[in-house]
């Protein structure tokens, strides 16, 4: 809710005036302005000492109607209660009793204290037809919308002003129509006649305005009154008859002049004298009997016929009802003549003089015309006087053809109009320092805004590329993406949101991923630059050949690479792959390497028998690890004469070698019982290891809580 005079919001807690009228609200301190224009305007009420007795009447800005009424105290809408208090309970400005107000049907409105007009009343009432004859209930708001049509169809009845007849139309508001039946009537003395609708006139006769001309009484004369109702009147010269003074009475016929008595008149004259003429026929003269008469204004007496009209040469010097000019009357009676002069006097308008005749008071409005121009001269106006500065310059359709008053040729297009143009919209257009142009609104004399053109820079971080405003474009810009510059521990980067470089990146907080090949944790616990400290922890380590355990401190075992670091210096002995017999090199790392050991190899016939490493006579056709002897060389030539002996040393040696396969098969798990054996030792070497590793991450967890602990305390 805006008020009309400064067109700003009015609070809640604000003083208010509310129009009678149009009911628009103002601030009371608004109103009271617009009120004080027309003490300006009509200067004769600036001296009044209370602006209470002011009567002059003054117009509403919103609606333009009169009022009467100083707004200079402050009411609820209802008007019951000055200065009503704030509740946050109730509509602003409001009191909260019942409105009370009378509105148009009778009845008060029961709404609570409200702004605005009072709503339609909404009371049923019962309404009944025009006739009488039927009743309806309706809202009281609503019953004069009701037509009779809805309410009833009987024919009115009611006696029309005749008389005589009855109304045929429908059931109707308002009085009944004249009565539409004709009647036929002659004059009083029978010369016209005519038909005129019942309801104009309901007489038998009328009178025509001839004159009647009917016959008196006497035979003689006839009657010149106009026309007329009833018996005409008898012959005025009929006898007896009396002269023209009455003393004397004749007996002649009406057709006989009226003689004279030649007696004194002596009727009575207007002035209480008598006539004293002889009897003559009226009217009788003026009276000519001396008299001592008083003169007009009463300053001289002088006899003077009674007739006459005494009249002094003195000049009346009182003022006439204008209260300026003296009557200056010969002989004056004391009804002064009202003032013949022009008065004169200035008018309210400042531009025209009174040109009635000289009065008391004030003069009334000026009433004469003016004709107004708009400020270009092409829209003339005429005007009352009285009203030209209410409309001081007449609208104009036509453009403002001023020159503008910036750098740029033309301002917007705007109507013809009284006083300044308004401000420019343009762009300013003028050239910056970085290279654009002034897109700001113009402002012809004042420095122009940094500039407002979008540029692209890389965020601080240089990450992505944004858009700015040019006149910040050597400002740090931050994306929202995380920073990522490596922190000081080499290892990991920034999380913080992208900064500048004059801010500095975290202090990284991420555990130590400790040393490489070193299971303990590092002992500074949070991550750091250069290497971590060497590791203390002792490492208890196996030889290579499982045999031997042997305690280091961890940093001595990290990183060795020399074979000869973790060796007993005792023979291997592990089980070489492919054949039975072990390892003869000294304890040493990795693969075991190819068995050298020499093993009985002969021919088929057994005549060639011959010693060849083991390694030789795992590649060789029919190799066997279970065999003590490996039938693996080929037979010569001379080994053919045996070959029968041979086939049976054969058969033999197989019935002599079948009872010793249990031996062979018993001394196999004996080597597969070591290899097991030392297998299950590794297996508790790397539970052993794991367990401690666990424990001393464990530890260095508990440490780093303690740490914390202390630096919150």
């Not at 009674?306 to 006439?320: F, G």
């Not at 308008?349 to 001269?377: A, F, K």
């Amino acid at each position: 809710m805006e008020c009309v005079v400064c067109n700003e919001n009015i609070g809640r807690e604000e003083a208010i005036w509310s129009c009678p009228d149009c009911f628009t609200i103002y601030h009371l301190r608004c109103v009271s302005s617009w009120f004080w224009l027309f003490l300006l305007r009509y200067p004769a009420i600036k001296n009044k000492q209370s602006t209470s007795s002011v009567s002059r009447e003054w117009t509403c800005k919103y609606c333009n109607k009169e009022n009467t009424a100083v707004p200079n105290r402050y009411f609820c809408y209802c008007g019951k209660k000055e200065n009503p208090e704030f509740d946050p309970w109730l509509p602003p400005h409001s009191c909260g009793n019942l409105c009370g107000r009378t509105l148009p049907c009778g009845h008060v409105c029961n709404e609570r204290c409200h702004a605005g007009p009072c709503p339609p009343c909404p009371r049923i009432v019962t309404i009944s037809c025009p006739c009488g004859k039927t009743k309806r209930t309706v809202r009281c708001s609503l019953q004069h919308q009701e037509s009779p049509e809805n309410l009833c169809s009987l024919p009115c009845l009611k006696w029309l002003s005749c008389g005589k007849h009855r109304c045929r139309h429908k059931c109707h508001y308002g009085p009944c129509p004249d009565c539409a039946q004709t009647i036929h009537q002659t004059c009083f003395c029978g010369s016209e006649s005519r038909d005129v609708p019942c309801g104009q006139d309901v007489s038998a006769h009328y009178s025509c305005g001839k004159i009647c001309n009917k016959p008196l009484q006497c035979g003689h004369h006839v009657c010149s009154l106009p026309c007329h109702e009833g018996e005409c009147p008898p012959c005025p010269t009929l006898p007896p008859r009396t002269c023209f003074c009455g003393k004397k009475q004749f007996d002649l016929p009406c057709t006989a002049a009226t003689p004279s008595c030649h007696q004194t008149c002596d009727r009575l004259l207007a002035c209480g004298h008598r006539c004293p003429h002889s009897c003559h026929p009226p009217p009788c003269p003026p009276c000519e009997q001396f008299v001592l008469k008083a003169c007009r204004c009463g300053a001289t007496q002088k006899q003077c016929k009674c007739s006459e009209v005494l009249l002094c040469t003195t000049r009346c010097n009182a003022l006439k009802a204008c209260g300026v000019h003296r009557c200056n009357r010969r002989c004056c009676d004391g009804q002064h003549a009202p003032c013949t002069q022009i008065c004169n006097k200035p008018l309210s308008c400042g531009r025209h003089t009174c040109q009635l005749p000289c009065h008391s008071g004030n003069c009334p409005p000026c009433l004469l015309t003016v004709t107004i121009t708009c400020d270009c001269g092409a829209t003339t106006q005429t005007v009352l006087c009285k009203d030209y500065r209410r409309s001081l310059y007449p609208p104009c359709p036509q453009l403002c053809t001023k020159p503008s008053h910036c750098s740029h040729p033309h301002i917007q297009e705007h109507q013809c109009h009284a006083g300044k143009c308004p401000p420019c919209t343009l762009p300013c257009g003028k050239a910056l320092p970085c290279g654009h142009t002034c897109s700001a609104i113009c402002h012809e004399g004042e420095p122009c805004p940094p500039c407002a053109e979008l540029v692209e820079i890389r965020c601080a971080g240089g990450h992505e590329t944004l858009q700015v405003r040019c006149s910040e474009k050597n400002k740090v810009v931050c994306c929202d993406q995380p920073c990522g510059k490596l922190l000081s521990c080499g290892k990991h980067t920034c999380s913080l949101r992208c900064h500048s470089s004059e801010t500095p990146c975290e202090t990284c907080k991420q555990l130590c991923p400790g040393r490489p090949g070193c299971p303990h944790p590092c002992s500074r616990v949070f991550c750091h630059a250069g290497a971590c400290d060497p590791c203390h922890q002792p490492v208890k380590r196996p030889c290579f050949c499982g045999k031997t355990s042997k305690t280091f401190e961890c940093r001595e075992v990290s990183g060795k690479s020399d074979s000869g670091f973790f060796s007993c210096g005792k023979v291997c002995g592990k089980p070489l792959q492919g054949c039975k017999h072990g390892c003869r090199l000294v304890c040493h790392e990795g693969v075991c390497g190819k068995c050298e050991q020499e093993i009985v190899a002969k021919c088929a016939c057994g005549s060639r028998v011959e010693r060849i490493q083991c390694w030789k006579a795992q590649q060789m056709e029919g190799y066997n690890a279970a065999n003590v002897v490996q039938i693996l060389l080929p037979c010569l030539d001379t080994c053919n004469a045996q070959s029968s002996t041979i086939s049976q040393d054969k058969s033999t040696q197989s019935s002599k070698d079948s009872p010793s396969k249990p031996d062979q098969t018993i001394s196999k798990p004996s080597s597969s019982s070591s290899s097991s054996s030392s297998s299950q030792l590794w297996l508790w070497i790397v539970a052993l290891s794991v367990f401690i590793a666990v424990l001393s991450f464990l530890l260095r967890l508990f440490l780093v809580h303690c740490i914390v602990y202390c630096n919150k305390q």
